[in-house]
Each structure stands twice: as structure tokens, then as C-alpha cells.
């Protein structure tokens, strides 16, 4: 993170009075990108800081920077970091990436099997989580909680959503699953004792590289854009009605 004076820390007890100024810009921030989300309360802000399941950035002066939250789905089998904020001021310095990383690494400590997973829009935040292990995934793969799935209620794309029975949207479905990453990371430590492989006729060569995720980022950002023009044109061919078939410019960023 660029500016050094900002502290990126759990949120605790003691930090409920940011709690209207949070949920304030929450708001804000919504109806300037013009995009639905769940909206939360400063009371619920305040359960999240009391329960230890938040983080919040703030300056050494005190001032408030940025906050996320952690909530649990389908019986702690899944969890999701909800409400990214940045305070307009203090964006483009590395913010959001130190608390993504700080609200990861309090979800692994609180639920270290539960599988972690994201939907968003966002180019940025796909990149972040990228970094942090996510895997983009069909929607079959994340919590069927229909709590979570009323989050999306209040999004003007949920049209798409609701006829494409819940299996597709404009967003991109990210988990981050500790089993497979245990696997992984058992697979890349054999891999290194192996990485020379003798073939039949003598030859030593290099086993391949599996092509990652990150690695083909670029690739990925255009069939996202194609993505989002086939779903949209398919909501105006079936006449579907709301903002998903009249703009192209407006995206779920609710649940990061």
C-alpha cells in the first residue's frame, strides 16, 4: 500500500461510531456507479465490528479509509467478504487490495474449511482476488443459501439473473476452495521433485506448465466483455424489462 500512515486492521467494538459514515458512503457509492446492492444498516455494521468479523482502515489521525465484512452461508460451509468500501479520498493508493487481503486472512482464521467465494464486475477486484487463490466458477458451485441470493434482489441486472435461473449473470463467480488449494499445493511439491521427466527414448524435457487463471487475465477481460453483450442482447430479445435491458454501463459490484 502506498500511503503508509493508513493502519488496515480488525475492526473491534471501539470502532462502532464509523459505523453511519460507513453505511453512508456504502450508499453513495452505489448510486454513483449506478448499480443495486444489498444495503445494510449502521446496526448490522456494528454486529460485524462486535462479532470480530470485520476490517476497517483507518489513518493514524483517526480518520475512517475503508471497511469490509465477512458472512457465513449454508451452514459455515461458505463465506463471503461483503461491502468493500473506500473512502473516495483516499482511492488509487492500494486500499481496497490491503483490506481484501487482511479480510481474507481473517477468514481463513475464523473458518479454515469453509470455502471462500465472491461475485462482482469489477476488472480490479477479480485481479485481487486473483492474487489471493480465487478460481473463477460456474455459478453451481457457490452457496444454493437463498439468503445470500436475495442480496441480488435489489441489483438492476437481476432480471438477467432470474432468467437465466440463477446459472448465469453480468457478474464473475470466484472461490477460493482450501481443499483444492491443499491439493495443489501437494501436486506442485511433487511436481518440483519431479520436474524432469525421462521419456521413452531418452529425452529429458521439462513437464508443462498448467496455464493459471492470472496468467491469461487479459484473455479472460475480453470474453468478459462479450459475455455481458450476449446476456444483455438475449434480456432485449425476450423484451425483459428493467435497467439490465436499457444500459450496458451499469454492473453488480454488491457482493466482492
Known sequence: MENKDIIVRAATAGDKHYAKTITDEMEASAKARGTGIAKRSPEYVQLKMDEGKAVIALTASGDWVGFCYIEAWGHEKFVANSGLIVNPAFRGHGVAKAIKEKIFELSRKKYPDAKIFGLTTGLAVMKINSDLGYEPVTYSEL??????WKGCQSCVNFDVLTSKKRTNCLCTAMLYDPVEKEKEAQQKAEAEKNKLVVTLNGNIHEQRKKRRFKENFSLFERW??????????????NGGSGAAGTSKKRFFFGWL
Open 224 to 237: 468478459l466483455r462479450f459475455k455481458k453483450y450476449v446476456l444483455l442482447k438475449a434480456v432485449r430479445k
Open 143 to 148: 452457496t444454493d443459501d437463498e439468503e445470500f
